[in-house]
């Protein structure tokens, strides 16, 4: 006899193939997929609830695989589920336990100055230690839990700007604030802004608000409108991680940006692979006739700022001017 796994392999081969026919309701033709989970009981005594668990997570997989498929249930499966639940759980608890702080990453202009900084979240896991918001912002997406911890980098941004507003050697020092997509989706997204620049007393000109191509998307229209009121106020757009989505040149052109910033993607390669350098000037010609700013991030390099400089991009962020840094080093190192 065949194995048991060779045996459902064979039948959900068959269910796909047959479920997957055409036909006819209504004088249309019509189709569906289906996306199947299996599991298997390896002579355990598992509960009826935990097979449906597995074969459930295991459809899930299917879906995810762009459905019309099917997928066994795996263990590593199940840490992952797991895992992600801890997180999300974790998540929670540092947001009582203000365990989220914020670092600065200087930006720096032509001259060397420093225009500003990036603020970047980062986590103090109590068990973990520093955990990369490239590890917990997703699941911080996922959960909702992105909106209160965004409105606090918001509400801390401000508050430093309205402190450096009061100092004539800081005052024109702009801090860019990374905008997660559920947060600009709120249909509150600019009274919430507003409001928190009305209670700060922060300058709106200092404030740059960093974007995603991703979130421009959703409903273009609902997007350039709540940028346009953010503008009025003198609130700037910065387009991150730039050359790694799909904006079309129309959308780009309708949207009321001001400066496009070169994913470091392009950054890191160009200085060994011409077609990421080729995406880079192309970045920075498209950003001069489309009239807006261009800063590049990841530069580590003299050799890629000279490149950046070659092609006509001024503004620079990275480990070749500095790391994250905390407020007190930033002021120290910088201001
Ligand atoms: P991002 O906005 O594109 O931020 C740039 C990332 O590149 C930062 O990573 C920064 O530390 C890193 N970086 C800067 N210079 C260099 C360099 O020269 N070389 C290399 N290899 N990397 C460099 P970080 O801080 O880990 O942040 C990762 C991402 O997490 C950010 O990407 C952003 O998408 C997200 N993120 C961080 N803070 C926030 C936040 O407050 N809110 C939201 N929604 N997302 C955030
Ligand atoms: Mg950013
Ligand atoms: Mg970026």
Partial sequence: ??????????????????????????????????????????????????????????????KAAGRNTFRFFDPAM?????????LARDIRQGIQQNTFFL?????????GQVSGAEILLRWQHPE????????????????????PIGHWVLEQACLQLAEWETDPRRRHLELAVNISPKQFQQTDFVSQILTTIELTQCNPHRLKLEIT???????????????????????????DDFGTGYSSLSYLKRLPLDQLKIDKSFVSDMTHDKHHADIAKTI????????????????ETEEQRNMLEGFGCFSYQGFLFSHPLTLEAFTRQFL
């Fill in 1 to 62: 006899m065949e194995p048991a796994s060779v045996m459902i392999d064979n039948l959900c081969q068959k269910l796909l193939h047959s479920l997957c026919q055409p036909y006819h309701f209504e004088n249309l033709e019509h189709f569906s997929t289906l996306s199947i989970g299996a599991t298997l009981f390896r002579g355990k005594e598992e509960s009826i609830d935990e097979l449906f668990k597995q074969a459930d997570l295991a459809m899930y997989q299917a």
């Fill in 284 to 299: 920075v010609s498209l950003a001069r006739s489309l009239d807006l700013a261009v800063i590049a991030e990841g530069v």
């Fill in 128 to 147: 973990r230690g520093i955990v990369s918001p490239v590890e917990f912002i997703p699941v911080a997406e996922e959960t909702g839990l992105i909106l």
């Fill in 78 to 86: 199940q840490i992952r589920v797991t895992e992600h639940a801890t």
């Fill in 213 to 239: 191509e991703s979130m421009l998307l959703d409903d273009i229209d609902d997007t350039i409108k709540k940028m346009d009121l953010l503008k009025a106020k003198g609130i700037s757009f910065s387009l």
């Fill in 103 to 111: 670092v600065f990453q200087p930006q720096i202009s032509h001259q």
